[in-house]
């Protein structure tokens, strides 16, 4: 058994190593003050001008001397001669020292009646009132702000010198493709350099990408030795794991020194940090989620250490939905999303595999789970690292229970009107039992038939509860053959998954001696998805199985309808005035959303509105929806 | 006298009329990835390729058939011969169904041992795992983040179209010069165009700015109408008061119609709104603090509104320090520093005058008072709107009492280590008392002499508090003719300020009859500040007056001392711990920092510390600092 990694520093002893070992660098540029809005300063800048650099009307007005106007008053004008006209921003001259608003004084030719004194200074800013020629503008270290660039303008300045550090970025690897190619299989486009670059240039880095290297030895050497003598700080994108192609760490060993392989976080875990030449060389895991977490925890609060600018981090602060264990040991990062349910904010986790990038798109912030904890159960406050704007996740519905395609066009058309709706799965019992906990803002369930069972909501009993149709599904035979009912006699019959609509024909169908148990393939919990079901069928090892019509026109199969399938959204009465369920409930009704969902969906019920605890529903049972004409043969 | 505004609406009608005469317009640019961070996505977009496109090996290892692999175990190693060597990201070829990590397997030339059985799909991506072609990536209006780059870079994009807003910002005004150019006395650099384009620019509009131009009704009216057919919102900048030359509103109701002229807002009251060929055209004020409150409160929700994207903001609860009363009917924003203060949030208010482009540099947030609050009492709760990070705002440090030279210099060095020392005027008993509530850091005293009044802490009785010495600095007689005391006698004096050292010095000369009241002008409160005194013996109203030696010669005026004034800090004991105080005192122990006090400052003290209520001051009179060759004669 090989060593997989050289050694595991803990996340804190890495920063630690790095900041240590490389002290400080980077250097500065001089730019126009126009692009330097979030870059650092790198010197003290100190006002050229005194501003305003001498007396300036601070009203349009007449400019007198303060003594001519003593006496003045409502009932007693006084006419005055000896004045001058001024606007704001205009130099009194030396002779006056008071400004009269323009409003308070009738002009008469080359005389004008005032009917107040003015005060000595009034309306008149002195010289340096907002700066003098030397003071300090903005320190060292300063994170330039539009204000602050408005500012050096005025006082003297059209350049400014800024931290910056140079990073070069090598990606590696047999498998990559340059964005703009299409993939053949097993190729994958190179996207880490991209974020690396777009993420670090947001702290005033200043990034080059290299051309892509195969995984050769020599010409990694030669890149990486290129880079070193180019940049400030590389990194070297993937290669870092134990692959038969993974040549980085024995390359940075050969040009110069291994200071750890391997950190204690998920994902991240193969990180990389050596040095070469007096350089930092940081080794990127292949994965984007672990490169982009390695980028965001360890090389950003160090290049914050060499003096770039810390991005702008939000912390929403909420309950978790779901249970969130963790290894004792590990810096561990979840993508999550929060959103807001009558005002408690509440979390759901997605799934944390490394190659699952599309969770970084859907999540709205993470999770840090630190080495030292095993992780929280569900209900527990927590602090959650925010990925989108506050008022994007105020946009968020939580939506738990059934997936289905109507969630899916649902949840696009609700995006369009800058509603995130995001669904968790989960057991129809578990769900709804979220609902009445106000940990959701919305059930989806996928009813078989249209039979729904009175004690279906008996765990909402004193909630006022409404059900949204969505649509109805066909469910039925998939066959390569287009076998109906009478010919399942003699078919090997794929299992459905535990509780689907599937699962509940195979059993109406044993009950009714329609097939007999031998015949039913994968009893048990060896097909666990509709996705699994078709692909049994497909593989030639069923001849059958009982799948929704879209899935198995997808896939290509021949269908027969036997039943429906009833797809349902369940909320809270109240949050019907919620503006995002409202919204949805415009969309559910609209005639384009009905046209969206006709390719798999019966809409006769779309956007129907039922109170689940009236029993107003349609009581039919299974049964009635068998559909008569599936009988084949 | 004259109307100064067409019609004055408040902030929120103001943003209803634009809204509603301009419901939507902008467009939409197809731009690289590369530069789409922050930007809004103008369309929705789909995943062009399933990824990972084929059964993948997620670990490196071994691509086994998990049904030949049944059976193994610790004590019953299975040897295989039928697999294939895979690295992670490799396609599983289709013979098989399961991979074995590398660090689990011997490989032994062509054979392997196993010792566990492989689960089917063990360490296998399924196609479409993280994918499918066709899904929703991100939809129409999100806010592109670094994270979604990347995986639209994976899921087949090099482009993306975003939402784009053309905004042309027309300069106008006689006064104005380019930024580069040094300003003649009573000219301005133009820098609202500036930060108009630096702020816009960052909700995702396309800036242009159009040459200068001067007050010359048909050259504004010919660039308007240029600007009004290239762009989809046109700026004009200043020109919109009520002075000989505010040619913005005229030229508007010319070309086309306005819909308002003022808001009632300060700053930014002069805002115009017109409309000239269907486009909006909004005048800004001249000054820089009243066009970027004009454009942060109205013109940016407008272009949200219009779909760009909305700035991060950052909300700080925390304690008014001071009284802030805002004139009812009016939106007010007023710059405020807030600062951490024993853990509570202190907010200070800089002095709110829209020429006063420094205090936006200074401030790391603004307050906004709402139109129908009068405003509120020191001590009430507020909410702040930051515009420096958290981590900025916490590093500063809230000093309130008098300000000095030795105060600027350890702000200056204090800057260096990133903790920005705020201060604000206040006396002397009202600043201690403010360090005794602790809504302060410290406290900075200007001591007369070396004389310290054994009741000057009183007001600290029950709270442990160290005095951090500056330095003293010569106060004497400024005069154009070198008079020393003797001198005094027949001369015309300023008075000095109520409460300073200057004061103190005037009113011993009188009590020991040197000179006589009527040699003193400016009795009562004409002479304000110091700078006030040198002032008038500069411009020969007063012969001589009682000053600070650096300003004396600064002023290019003879300086003869008579007595020290001690400059002191006053912190708690306790805040001694706190990291930014330490660095403090650091600095003021370092040889560096007494030297750059030389040029003002007798440095002997610089750096000491001494418990305020223990006695251990060195207690000598004002009398016996009384410096002896300031005879003169």
Chains 1, 2 share one sequence.
């Not at 890495?14 to 730019?31: C, D, E, R, Y």
């Not at 940075?252 to 200071?259: D, T, V």
């Not at 699952?356 to 406050?381: C, D, F, K, T």
């Not at 799948?547 to 809270?572: K, M, Q």
């Amino acid at each position: 058994m090989k060593k997989r990694y050289l050694s595991l520093q803990t996340l804190s002893a890495a920063l630690t190593i790095m900041k240590t070992a490389f002290p400080q660098s980077g250097g500065s540029v001089t730019i126009s003050i126009s692009e330097s809005e979030g870059r650092v300063a790198s010197e003290p800048i100190y006002a050229r001008y005194t501003v305003p650099d001498s007396p300036t009307a601070e009203m349009d007005g007449i400019a007198v001397k303060s003594s001519e106007t003593v006496g003045a008053g409502e009932q007693r004008p006084i006419s005055l001669s000896n004045f001058v006209r001024v606007d704001t921003g205009n130099i009194v001259p030396a002779a006056f020292d008071a400004v009269i608003m323009i409003e308070d004084v009738r002009l008469d030719g080359s005389s004008c009646a005032i009917r107040k004194a003015a005060r000595p200074g009034q309306h008149i800013r002195p010289p340096g009132q907002d700066v003098r020629k030397g003071d300090l503008i903005i320190p060292q270290g300063h994170q330039i702000r539009s204000s602050d660039i408005s500012a050096l303008a005025s006082y003297g300045y059209d350049e400014v010198a800024v931290k910056v550090v140079r990073v070069g970025i090598i990606p590696v690897g047999n498998e990559l493709v340059q964005i703009g190619t299409i993939p053949r299989p097993g190729q994958v486009i190179e996207t880490n350099s991209l974020f690396a670059s777009s993420f670090l240039s947001r702290l005033g880095a200043i990034c080059t990408t290299y051309d892509l290297v195969r995984d050769d030895p020599p010409l990694i050497e030669e890149t990486l030795q290129r880079a070193v003598s180019e940049q400030d700080l590389v990194l070297i994108s993937s290669g870092t794991s134990a692959g038969r192609h993974d040549y980085s760490a024995r390359t940075i060993m050969k040009l110069g020194r291994l200071l750890f392989h391997g950190v204690a976080m998920l994902p991240g875990k193969p990180a990389i940090l050596g040095e070469i030449g007096g350089k930092p060389v940081v080794g990127l895991p292949g994965y984007p989620v672990g490169s982009q977490t390695v980028l965001r925890e360890l090389v950003a609060p160090f290049l914050v250490s060499w003096g770039l600018a810390p991005l702008a981090g939000w912390i929403v602060r909420g309950r978790l939905a779901r249970d969130m264990p963790s290894e004792l040991g590990f810096d561990e990062y979840v993508p999550v999303t929060v959103g807001s349910v009558n005002g408690s904010s509440w979390i759901f986790p997605h799934p944390r595999g490394s190659g699952l990038q599309m969770n970084l798109v859907r999540a709205n912030g993470y999770l840090h789970i630190p080495l030292a904890s095993e992780g929280w159960e569900s209900g527990a406050w927590v602090n959650i690292h925010c990925t989108s704007l506050p008022h994007q996740i105020d946009r968020t519905l939580l939506c738990v229970g059934a997936k289905n395609p109507g969630i899916t066009q649902l949840a696009y058309a609700l995006a369009n009107r800058s509603v995130m709706l995001q669904s968790f799965y989960d057991l129809h019992s578990r769900a709804l039992h979220s609902l009445k906990n106000n940990s959701c803002n919305m059930v989806a369930l996928n009813i078989p038939g249209l039979e729904v069972n009175p004690g279906m909501f008996d765990g909402l009993k004193d909630v006022s509860a409404v059900a949204l149709h969505i649509g109805r599904m066909q469910v039925g035979i998939g066959s390569r053959t287009g076998a109906g009912i009478l010919d399942l006699a003699n078919m090997r019959i794929a299992n459905a998954p535990p509780g689907s609509t599937g699962r509940m024909v195979i059993d109406r169908l044993l009950t009714e001696q329609t097939i007999n148990p031998d015949q039913v393939l994968g009893n048990g919990n060896s097909v666990k998805t509709e996705a699994a079901v078709i692909s049994v069928v497909i593989n030639g090892r069923a001849d059958a199985g009982i799948c929704s019509a879209v899935l198995a026109r997808e896939a290509g199969l021949a269908f027969v309808p036997i039943t429906y399938e009833s797809h349902v959204l369940v909320a809270r009465n109240e949050s019907l005035e919620d503006e995002r369920i409202h919204s949805l409930l415009q969309i559910l009704q609209s005639p384009e959303f009905r046209d969206s969902l006709d390719y798999c969906y019966d809409t006769t019920l779309t956007g129907k509105v039922e109170e689940c605890n009236t029993g107003s529903w349609q009581e039919v049972s299974f049964l009635d929806n068998w559909i008569s004409d599936s009988g084949g043969g």
